[in-house]
Structures are given as C-alpha cells and as structure tokens.
C-alpha cells in the first residue's frame, strides 16, 4: 500500500493526470455528448366497487393502482408488446435502426403512485421521441389489455354456450322421453308434486328436472359472465384515464441520470486504466523503498534514513 | 611476513606522527603538508549517521565499523565519513577512517588529497603512509587506499593476514572500514572479514532489493547490523507517512 501510494506521488502529475484529470473529463464529454430525457404521463385508474365486479386478476388486497401496474407491467415485458410498440412508432421514427435504438434505450418503467395513480416513464435522448414513446406505450399497453380481456371473455362465453346447448339438448331429450311414456301409457297419471308416480315415470321425471336445473345454472353463469366481461372491459376502456398527457420531466444534461451512468462509466474505465498503470509501476519498481518492507523481507532493521543531500551539501 | 613487520613500524609510526600535537613554534602556523579538504556536512547528516554507530552494539572495547554496499555509488563512503565524523565528534577518541576499496579509491578524491602514500602503497612496498587529520575534528584520522591497484586482493590478502588492524587498534579506538561493494567486488568478503559490525548502505530508489537480499546473504545476517537507507526521497508527504 505504501508502497503504490509513494509510487503515485513519485508520479503525481502523471497520475493526477491519469486518475483526476482524465477521467473528469471523460465523465464531462460523455454528459455532453449523450443527453438524456425522460417523459412522463400520469394515468387514473377507477375503483370496480363502481360497477360490482373486477377485472379479471384483480387481488382484492390491492389497490386498483397496484393491481393495474400488475398486469401493465406483466404485458411491457412481453414481446408483443415490443412490436406493437414498434408497430405504432412508425410514425413518429421512421427511420427503423432509429427506431429500434430508441426502443432499446427506451427503459420504460410504470409504477403506482397512489391508491389510484400510476406513471408510466421512458428516456431518450430527444424531447420530441420521448413523449412519443410514452404515448405510444400508454396506447399499446391499454389496447392490448382491452384486446385480452375481450378475448378471455370470449372464450368463456363461447365454453359456456357449448354447454348450454348440450344441456338443452339433454333438457330436450328428458321431456321427450317423459312425453312418450305418458302417450304410450295413457293411464298412468304424473304429478310432479305426487310421491305415489310410478318407478318409471319417477325416473323421468326426475331427468327432466334435473337438466332443466341445469340449463338454468348454465343459463345464470352465462349471465355473470358476461356482465363480468363487459365490466372489465368497460373498465379497461375507460380507464386507466390519462390525466397528465406525456410530457418532459428532466431533460438536458442530467435526465434521469442514464446520461450520468455513462459518464461514470466512462471515467471509471480511464481511471481503471490509471490505476491498473499505477500498479504496473509499483508491481515492476524492485528497488529498496519502503523501509518496513526491508526489515520485513531481511529481518535487518534500518538504523538510519538519511535523506538524499543536495548539490551544495554533496561531498566531493 | 617479515616486510609487513617492518610495514607495521612504519604504520604505527606514521600514526603516531599523524595523532601527535604539534605546538607550533613561536610565530608559526603548523601547516599540514596536505591538508584534507574540509568536509562540511550538514547537522542532520551527522545526526543519521550518529544514530547508524548508536545502533550498532559491540562486543569489544574497540569498535570496528565495516560500511558496504552491494553495488558503487550507492554512498557508502559518505556514510563512512559522516559514522566516522560523528563518533569521533561524539567520542572524543582517537577515531580512523580506513578505505579498504583498492580497486576504485573513492575517499582521498571526495578529501581533496593526492592519491599517493596510501594504504595500498604501503602494503605494496611499505612506501611511507600518508595519513590526514580532519579540519576541525583533530581526533579523526582518515587513511585513503591510495591509487588504484591492478591486484586488490592480493593487497587485502596480506592486510587480512597480517596484524594492521590489531595494532591500530592499540591506537584508535574506533576504526570505521569504508568497505568495497559486495556484488562487483570479488575480493569483497575477504574485506568484510576486518571488520566486527557490519552497515550496508542501499540507496533509496537505486538498490535492487534483491541485490540487498544476496548482500545480506553473503555477508551473513547475524554479522549485519543494519540497513542505512541512503539518499531517501520519499515523495509522499510525510503526515501521510505516518498514518500508514
């Protein structure tokens, strides 16, 4: 240690150079030569208890903020997401190797603000790009979760409707079949309510109450599940509502200090090149310094440090 | 051996000559035939290296001080004068600076004084030795190696063998060897042989730590009494220092 630390004052200009100088500077061209902005917009979410049901997913114990930037942030890590992205920045970034480094140092980040709240952010290193982006994410993210709702609810609806139709069909079969026995037995009476029918018309009967109950129990979960479709996809229609449209929030130099990342990486790598050239001098100098190392090497003690004698002093 | 016996009485008598007051006749300045040049080092040279001699512990009465290093011009010599230059200083005893480096005489240059009459001479030939008294410090007395030898080691040879160093020692009490390198020197462990304690002296920023590593090795741990880290120029400020 003491030994790198004489080597550096030996060289100090070098070396204020090499691990001051240099890498301030570094730091300071990369800020100018990368700056970083980051734009910003706000979205409300509604609370369900207006309409009696949540969309699907929705945890009770959260908040509707929270819960929304759950499923926000679950669908921006998708691929999908990427190229609808890209797919509605066309415009805004013609030009795609433009476009695919924007979309690459984008860094979009969303996250609750509140019970309510949520902000959705992205850096670039142009004003006008960074809000188009943010605009671009807030309609891509909001389309895609209208899209899957609607098609989740689709696909339920669809399931039950099958069902429906088959317990229908069985309904259908039962009363035909209770029908028939009546014809063909002209005597014999039917009386629901009566427990003296006979084994087969009891039989019957009770097929035919059954799928009839089961129509009705089909008939009702169809009923919920479109309300509940509908809810959700009213509720990701209107909402989240965007109260603060995509604008600049830091800009210029610092950013959201992806710029000043750059910097410290850069000055970090000059002084890392310092340093390592630091040690190369210490590691190469073999010569008697460091006066602890000789008595620790030879187990001689020094008895005396006389210090270098000018020219004036100089003998001979 | 009998040349060295007769090279021994024209030591002591030059040394005794060189420690001898003369009292200077009336009128008359004594002036030394060639004087030393006055070595001005700063106080706090003389205080790190006062504190190099305080460090080193010693079994005899006399002590005999060897400064090495592991390659030239890493300041040994500076240091010799300044250990040499503090003890006397502090001691008040007759104190000698012997070079031991035939092969690159360094210590009449950084006097000022000629190269001839010096030790290699005299253990050559027995020519008469010429020894200097440092200005100011009348006690200290510095013996050069004289002119650069062709064959050191036969002249450290017959030092080693014969008794040069057991009869200065009758005379000085302290006697500091301004050593040659270790690592260029063959004939360098042979001259560190003379002395009982042993500084090795490794210039901050120059020495190559495992230079110093096979210094220590060669010279042997036990008889290495310490490291004197020359020329220091730590870089990093000095409250930090602490902290570390």
Not at chain 1, 111 to 128: E, M
Not at chain 2, 24 to 33: N, T
């Amino acid at each position: 240690m003491r030994k790198y630390i004489e080597v550096f004052f030996r060289f100090w200009v070098r070396f204020t150079i090499l691990l001051l100088v240099a890498p301030a500077a570094a730091g300071a061209t990369t800020v100018l030569m990368f700056p970083n902005y980051k734009a910003y917009s706000r979205l409300w979410v509604d609370s369900t208890s207006y309409f009696g049901a949540s969309p699907t997913g929705w945890s009770q114990y959260l908040t509707p903020a929270q819960n929304e930037s759950d499923s926000l942030n679950q669908l921006m890590s998708t691929r999908a997401f990427a190229i609808d992205l890209d797919a509605r920045m066309k415009t805004a970034l013609p030009d795609p190797a433009e476009r695919g480094r924007a979309l690459a140092a984008a860094g979009f980040q969303l996250g609750p603000l509140g019970t309510h709240l949520i902000q959705v952010s992205a850096s670039c290193d142009t004003p006008s790009t960074c809000v188009a982006l943010v605009q671009a994410g807030v309609d891509v993210l909001r389309d895609e979760q209208v899209q899957l709702e609607k098609d989740n609810a689709k696909a339920g609806i669809d399931f039950l409707n099958v069902q429906l139709t088959d317990a229908r069909t069985q309904q259908q079969a039962a009363e035909d079949a209770l029908q028939k026995y009546i014809v063909d037995h002209p005597g014999v009476k039917v009386d629901p309510a009566a427990a003296s029918n006979g084994v087969e018309a009891s039989r019957l009967l009770n097929d035919v109450t059954q799928a009839r109950q089961r129509v009705t129990s089909i008939q009702d979960q169809l009923s919920r599940d479109q309300y509940i479709a509908s809810v959700s996809t009213t509720l990701y229609q209107a909402g989240p509502r965007v109260l603060d449209a995509p604008a600049i929030t830091r800009g210029g130099l610092i950013g959201d200090g992806a710029s000043l990342k750059k910097a410290a990486v850069a000055a970090g790598a000059i002084f890392a090149v310092g340093f390592a050239y630091l040690v190369l001098l210490g590691w190469l100098d073999k010569t008697a310094r460091d006066t602890r190392e000789i008595e620790h090497r030879f187990n001689v003690r020094v008895v005396a440090t006389i210090p270098r004698l000018n020219s004036v002093e100089r003998i001979g | 051996m009998q040349a060295i016996g007769v090279a021994e009485q024209t030591l002591l008598q030059a040394v005794d000559s060189a420690l001898e007051i003369r009292r200077p006749a009336s009128g008359f300045v004594v002036r030394p035939a060639d004087p030393p040049k006055p070595v001005l080092l700063p106080p706090w040279f003389l205080d790190r290296c006062r504190q190099i001699y305080l460090s080193v512990t010693f079994d005899d009465v006399t002590r005999i001080i060897g400064v090495t290093s592991a390659l030239p011009e890493e300041g040994k010599t500076s240091v010799a004068i300044g250990v040499a230059s503090a003890i006397a200083s502090d001691t008040r005893e007759p104190t000698l600076l012997l070079e031991t480096a035939f092969e690159k005489p360094a210590l009449a240059r950084s006097l000022g004084i000629g190269p001839e009459g010096g030790l290699a001479e005299w253990l050559e030939s027995g020519a008469q030795l010429r020894l200097a008294r440092m200005p100011y410090l009348p006690q200290l007395v510095v013996m050069p190696s004289g002119a650069a030898h062709r064959d050191p080691a036969r002249l450290l040879y017959r030092m080693s063998e014969s008794n040069v160093l057991g009869q200065l020692t009758q005379r000085f009490r302290n006697i500091v060897l301004d050593l040659p390198s270790v690592l260029n020197v063959p004939y360098s462990s042979l001259a560190a042989r003379l002395a009982e304690r042993l500084v090795v002296v490794a210039r901050h920023g120059v020495t190559n730590l495992d230079d110093l590593e096979s210094v220590v090795f060669l010279l042997g741990r036990e008889r290495v009494s310490g490291i004197v880290m020359n020329a220091a120029d730590y870089r990093t400020p000095a409250w930090l220092r602490r902290l570390l």
